[in-house]
């Protein structure tokens, strides 16, 4: 079973940048594909990034690409998603999920809670 907890969310001006963390409490964490979705209000839940089991590989979606950057620390076992240039339209809440498939899934196995982000205009 994989625990995850996301932290790092809160309110920030619309330009400004924001790092979420996600802790993972598994000993097998590099195993595991790590991603980002968020679920905009009123809207359905979306795919944000994606990062692969050794950090080789990374996917985005359009709206973020170039502003986002997802990172992993196996040593910490510990997800990252740096938001730099925040747009109102990046409001909503954050979920980290995991999945031990190597292929890019839509539906990750294991979710945290989510975190609330926030950016005013």
């Known amino acids: 079973q994989v625990q995850l907890v996301e932290s790092g969310g809160g309110s920030v001006q619309a330009g400004g940048s924001q790092r979420l963390s996600c802790a993972a409490s598994v000993r097998t964490f590099r195993t595991y594909a790590m991603y980002w979705f968020r679920r905009p209000p009123g809207k359905e839940r979306e795919f944000v990034a994606r990062l692969s089991r050794n950090s080789g590989s990374t996917d985005y979606s359009d709206s973020v690409k170039g502003r986002f950057t997802i990172s992993r620390d196996n040593a910490k076992n510990t997800l990252y998603l740096q938001m730099n240039s925040l747009k109102p339209d990046d409001t909503g809440v954050y979920y980290c999920?995991?999945?031990?498939?190597?292929?890019?899934?839509?539906?990750?196995?294991?979710w945290g809670q989510g975190t609330q982000v926030t950016v005013s205009s």
């Open positions: 999920a995991a999945d031990q498939s190597p292929a890019l899934t839509f539906s990750p196995n294991y």
